[in-house]
């Protein structure tokens, strides 16, 4: 099984339709991240959290909200979705004490129609 | 605010050459830099992690070094390979002083080696 494993891997939505994504990870890391990633953008963060009780508003948290509802799950809802959200999603855990490096999850393709 | 970029955007070279990739960041103050690959609609591969602390990391044909007073580093692959084909993407990860905490990344070289 995947460290990070991503559900669903691709997902078609209508506008104003709230979906949630889901991350689960098996690395026992502490911290989770859920980035963005557009064409000609890059990748973007846009909430994570250090722990259970300890989420952050990352550059691009508007329209997005988060649930940690355990250490190793990480969830991404979109209230209401429009199609400028439309967009690869990914999730990723890190270890602060172990070199910090990040691992990714295989990401979540959602389109807003 | 940190800003990572990375020349080329694009790279397409023959089988069996030798080539470098270029990173470079504003804010010397990293925690570590990662180098990436990322296959078309895929997840990110961790190729190479390199500490604040440290010049370079090797694995295989890859060597990626890192001058931190200058702001730079650098993914040098050998002898690439058809299969090497791919976005390499940079990214670096700050002290989380203050709570702060994430990666910036770059926008990535996409390479294609020609058979």
């Known amino acids: 099984d995947a460290d990070v494993t991503q559900t669903p891997r691709n997902r078609i939505t209508k506008t104003g339709k709230r979906i949630m994504l889901e991350c689960s990870q098996t690395k026992g890391h502490d911290r989770m991240y859920w980035y963005r990633q557009d064409p000609g953008l890059g990748l973007r963060l846009i909430y994570y959290?250090?722990?259970?009780?300890?989420?952050n508003k990352g550059e691009i948290s508007d329209g997005y909200s988060v649930s940690r509802q355990a250490q190793a799950k990480f969830s991404l809802s979109l209230e209401s979705a429009i199609p400028n959200q439309t967009a690869l999603y990914f999730c990723a855990t890190s270890d602060p004490t172990g070199g910090g490096g990040y691992t990714f999850g295989s990401g979540t393709r959602l389109t807003v129609v | 605010k940190q800003e990572v970029t990375q020349i080329p955007a694009a790279l397409s070279v023959p089988e069996g050459e030798n080539l470098v990739l270029n990173c470079s960041f504003t804010d010397s103050a990293i925690y570590n830099l990662q180098w990436f690959r990322q296959d078309p609609g895929k997840g990110l591969t961790s190729l190479l992690l390199i500490q604040s602390s440290q010049r370079e990391q090797t694995s295989g044909r890859l060597n990626a070094s890192l001058d931190k007073s200058s702001g730079r580093s650098t993914l040098y692959i050998a002898a690439s390979q058809p299969g090497d084909s791919a976005t390499y993407l940079c990214a670096v990860r700050m002290y989380s002083g203050g709570g702060a905490d994430g990666l910036t990344f770059g926008k990535g070289t996409h390479l294609i080696i020609q058979p």
């Open positions: 959290s250090f722990d259970v009780k300890d989420i």
